[in-house]
């Protein structure tokens, strides 16, 4: 069943902050350092008091706004969104926050996760006369608050979101109020601030540390928080059912100076490296680790088994969007962009290649013959986490199953499709363990789906018309 | 005298091919490689054998060429440059490879380096009537080459050579020739390879590795290399002197990937960090480097010492050229840019923070107070070099001497004035063995004239309006 | 209490195909033709027969177009819009053709002219739900089409129409169908046009000519034209009622080498001049007519009373958007854009200055000042038009009646404002004579609302938030 | 012997100002009354009396110049000028104004000609060890001056313009000192005003209109203007001959509204076009002409023959640099850029269609089958100026004589390649009659040289490689 169902998965991060006088520019500053979360576009909406306001564009942060769009963006309440680079591109309108007016007020929407019924929902809503103006899921939740007869905004929000399925951390600003709202397995993290007397809010701690805000507390599962000049209010949308936060974002996705859930990345990673080192044991010369994400696991596995970690692999600081791609004849003459290895470092050696994850395995594969070609004897390649036998629906751009290698092959079977020596995964309860859980029950806090298949939510065929929804 | 001595000193990269097909795609990755060396321009010249032509710009490799700039360079023999990023900016007309027309023959030149007195041969040639484009002193180079009586101009080039004072590594391309040299204290990197049947010279061998080229040798001081249809010529325009390859290049400024005389720059640095921790004795709990160039050091000061390395400081890679920068008010708020210090991994901690090198202590002094507000019990700070007492006039931009904060502090009033709770520098020696060199004296094969103030060649004062000349 | 109806009105131009192989491309200069009537922005979109494609922009039709863009619009059906440059910008959003998408097919909407009971309708459809993505009142027929609950398109878009009030020529395109619409009183030109097996449709002839397409007639008062594979079919959506095209579109917007209603517009201006001769008797030297909409109308003016016409004023063809306006200080010292009197020609001489209208007044008493800076004896101003004493709600931009000088100034009053020597504005007699109608009766076939007051169609109070409304 | 030199002759505008407060301002009014003198590039150069400075670009004067650029450029004196649109482009260094620094001061020249001994100067300059930047003519005079061993700049420049020969306007600038000069024979304008206590020199007197400035007197042939603290002087470098305005300037290239040597363009065109009804006897109904330079004249020709004028042709206002060309398959299909017929004023008609000037036939001819295709009956084509047989060397692009149709065919055989009923060129004396001057022989006070083949200077012929010098 699972692979009839295709999609364009994203992860994205969100900011917002509210009562500070200078609330565009912070979100600038948190959006920033959550620029590694989505690299496609950015935008920001504020409110003065009166009306709703924003800029957006494609690209990173820095390119979307400069010091004349920011000082424009007036107001002391403020979302932002960065946006996941697709395969394909999309649309500007697809760029968040979505902002729509009305005669009656205006309303701006910031979303990180995916809705599993988004296309189901919207189908109802435009054979009701809706006109939709996005392809992207987020825009369905407009169209549930404004249909709603409600009259305060907190109940549109209210009883509109128990519509909506899968993950979501919601931002919802209209000129008066900002709502924050968390899917009931907390499925995308999501934390709370304090600046001064000012309230804020943001995917990762990392934007919190960014612009010196003291960190209060993690948004739950289910809950909903209004934030308006009363202050700040929390109540339930839902009742709180089991947590399941996304593995991946320990793993590889959020930044190491995050903490989420109380776990600090970079620790976990170094903690996923030192359990991968005590599941396997191979001998070798020297550990290195896929530049960027991968490097912590690494120090964490050279530490635990006294193996030297050397930096084996450099990541090229310079290949941006419009870098020209060598063609098949430069490729074959040795054009390789990106990575490049350290020859003296990996001549002659027995090398262990701490990765993340293998998603299709052509990166693991070719980092491999980038190693041996530069002389190492053996490369050892170990994963620090679980392999990927499911696709993602919450989010994380983990694709179709067809495309996960471990979907249809065996680690001996992977092993010698990528060229390597040895393959190590890591274990799901050396997962668990390194990041602080207890166990691998339901109850473990954490959504392993993609290894396990167990998804914490039901999953909703495709319809045919799937492509033209665009998930934020 | 020397404090009187200003000038904008600068690092280059460049990079030359003959005898290939697609040229000046080649000359674009090998120039890739060497971003590092130099991000305010770039620059490619072709010759299709019978006239020369380029494009040059503002910025990034990948944003001065796009596919059909490169496509309209076509030949097979190409010289380019990537220029160092400089605080006043710097005119259009003095991107390198300069490119001279004349009715019977044209000129290109790229250099790295910097002549000491470009000044005083500019000045001479003006006054007989030579007209300047740039304010590079690179161009002196041309006009002493125009000037020549000599017929040939494999000629022309030798007899303009000695004229030059200082450190340079230049490539001179005609229609019909590529001509390579190097000062004859060999101060810069410059690197002889083949691929196929062409020949490749590059600052550094990471340009070699990236498109496959074999590294063959280094080019020698007071070397003259002549390479066209005939093949490759060698003689000497200079007999060798003193070796004095610039210690910089191995401390922060090549590529980790890259060898320099035999030695690889990554192993050199992580023995630089093992030094100083045989140097140095303090008890701590945790070692972190300032990323990136301090990271190698770092892991080799761990692993000498027995402290456990941790990733302490994430370096942001989004912030470009137009990131807006937090005003006073912001900054005082926490609004941090570019360095971020993650929390719990120094929260409580006694932290060693190696750094490459420390000139005007600014940075330090601000890194410094990151980790302490992050949390930090203590920060000693560990450099894997000498204190630098003396300006660079070779091409490193180690500024005026007033700018140096080691020619008037010593290390224990440095260390209050950055905030640390100790700080150590490598010795001399310690460099030189770590290096891999034998010892101190003249022939020690490096220059450490930002050290010691032994400047390996000669120096003359500036003149009033030397403001008007930049060095490339 | 028309004092209080407030409004951004802006005239357009429309241009739609069907059923040719390069329909984009016909329609970039189907909508260069039309450019005069609008330089805000400009955007196309075409049909391949399965799904609608667009591309937009601000500014000209050849900034926002270049080939690589026209190449992606692959179709055989096209409507394209040019939009009218207002005061205070408009965003994005608002250019047309306004595209919508839904799962179950897109509609694309172009409008020429301004709806009086937009913001009624649309206040009504937002209470029921429905989100607006623009300012534009051209959306609400959007709504109204998708809300209707027929089945045809041609019916839904049938009987949306007559809810609708003011000056409307529309163009509404499917993957498989276009249909054109206009307004009950024809109040804006709209022809159709065969070019080989292809249907055209245009805001002005000219369009026509350009791409040699073949005249056929105009679009009938209250007709529905439906273009689709079967080919042209038309009814009525309402019964013919007083046709009253707009006087401005002779007077001074459409371009010369249009005709509407079978009457060229050059001609009709030169008519509107010698019949302004006819009804003054003035002595003078020298006829000027201010560039480029009254010097058909001076020429005629010159011809019938046998004062030879001169190019006494020179228009600026250089000045572009971006061109630097001069400060007050400048100003007086003599700077003056966009228009330049030659002093040989005015020096000494009595000049009749023709123009096509006054509105605010400030431009002709510029243009009577630099007449008599650059020496003109006497200026007499002549008008081809009668005074423009109301706003027009239908699409000209003859803004609020505050504005408009005549309403509260006699021409006497207004030529001692402007500083002329005397003023002659054309009768409303006259001005039918000359364009060719019988007379002035309700039935005349033209609007003359703006000099006269009698507006053909009901008009109702702006209602509080207006000012979000843009009129297309 | 004129068949072997080939050239790219350009026409392009001057202006200089001298001690006024926003010299660099008044510099961007005056190029933009120049601005149908060159639309390929424009520059300004300031200086502040201390130090030179300029910026310059591709395009148009006002996407050259933002108000940033304009305020950076302070001083009190300025030079600027604008450059003609050749066909292959021209590479960014050859706009003007030039700027050469030395170590002991700069220099700024900005030139309206053409040198007809440029290359060979060149070749000379080379020989000795001179690098030029540009591949202007321009630049010789540059090294001229700074290879004389005259201490004073006057001096330098007096003694190196009797080197130069053919027809030039020089603005010459230092820090200090504002030097013109125009050749012996005056063949191009130049023109001399006051602005308070400032002197300004122009290209066309528009210039002056514009801001207001008092025309003062015309540059005298041979004369070189000093213009300083000191105020103005002036003296000769050479002794006045014959003079010989090219004749051009009244027939198409100036500004209706600029005075030549005292004589009006407009007037002196419509004069032009009344002598030309004198010369011929058609019978016809319409008289229209070619839009924008042969509408003075087509107006004289109407008043002259009591033929009335009618506008028969539109010139399109929007066509700009980056307009999209119809294909070939287009324009068989009718699409016709840049002009349109007015079908209703020429159908059925026996038109008279004036034109300024035929080069190639290839403009006159397409003219002609438009007028046609709308239905004109009879086309008479009326040239209001003599065949030009003969290439320019003086700086008017009338290219090679190979590329001139009157070259090779008479009057007669024009007309049947141009498909017209008839044609008529003005004669010779005509012409001089018309502009004013007396007589035909050589001292009549115009260039005739295109017409007649009697070049005022002597003529060299271009050498080989003479393709890569540009004329400015």
């Known amino acids: 069943m699972l692979a009839e169902i295709k999609g364009l998965n994203e992860e994205c991060g969100v900011f917002g902050i509210w009562g500070h006088s200078n609330a565009a520019q912070m979100t600038y500053y948190g959006l920033h350092s959550l620029q590694h979360r989505g690299q496609e576009g950015a935008g920001i909406v504020v409110t003065d008091g009166e009306r709703l306001k924003g800029t957006k564009g494609h690209g990173l942060v820095n390119e979307v706004f400069d010091g004349e769009k920011l000082n424009d963006l007036t107001g002391t309440g403020a979302i932002g969104h960065v946006r996941y680079t697709t395969a394909g591109g999309g649309g500007f309108e697809n760029i968040q926050p979505l902002l729509f007016h009305s005669q009656t007020g205006s309303l701006a929407l910031a979303h990180n996760g995916n809705l599993v019924n988004a296309s189901q929902l919207r189908r109802q809503l435009e054979s009701q006369g809706s006109i939709f103006q996005t392809t992207s899921d987020t825009e369905v939740l407009a169209h549930l608050i404004r249909k709603s007869g409600f009259t305060s905004m907190k109940d549109k929000v209210k009883y509109a979101l128990p519509m909506l399925k899968g993950a979501y951390a919601f931002l919802v600003m209209t000129e008066t109020e900002l709502m924050v709202a968390l899917d009931p397995n907390g499925m995308r993290p999501l934390s709370l601030a304090r600046l001064g007397d000012a309230y804020v809010i943001a995917s990762e701690t990392c934007a919190f540390d960014l612009i010196g805000a003291e960190y209060l507390r993690d948004v739950e599962p289910g809950e909903l928080v209004v934030i308006n000049q009363e202050g700040l209010h929390s109540e339930r949308f839902a009742t709180p059912t089991n947590q399941a936060m996304c593995s991946m974002e320990y793993i590889y996705f959020s930044r190491p100076d995050s903490d989420i859930n109380g776990i600090n990345v970079h620790s976990a990673r170094k903690r996923l490296g030192k359990q991968l080192a005590k599941e396997t044991n191979i001998e070798a010369d020297v550990v290195t680790g896929v530049p960027d994400s991968s490097i ?71 980092i491999v013959k980038l190693l041996k070609e530069a002389g190492a004897k053996e490369v050892h390649v170990c994963i620090s986490s679980p392999p990927i036998k499911h696709p993602c629906f919450y989010g994380i751009d983990t694709s179709t199953q067809e495309e996960l290698i471990s979907a249809f092959h065996s680690p001996e079977e992977l092993c010698e499709i990528i060229g390597a020596d040895s393959l190590t995964f890591l274990s799901e309860e050396g997962l668990l363990k390194a990041i602080g859980r207890e166990s691998t029950d339901s109850n473990c806090g954490q959504c392993l789906a993609c290894f396990s298949g167990k998804y914490p939510t039901e999953i909703y065929p495709a319809e045919n018309d799937q492509s033209k929804t665009v998930k934020s």
Do not use: C, H
């Open 296 to 366: 912590s696991a690494a120090i964490g596995f050279a530490e635990e088994s006294g193996i030297p970690y050397e930096m084996g692999l450099i990541k090229n600081r310079y290949v941006g969007r419009t870098f020209i791609q060598p063609t098949q004849e430069m490729r074959e003459q040795g054009v390789k962009m990106k990575l490049s290895p350290v020859r003296k470092v990996v001549e002659g050696k027995r090398v262990i290649m701490v990765d993340d994850s293998i998603v299709r395995g052509t990166t693991s594969k070719r």
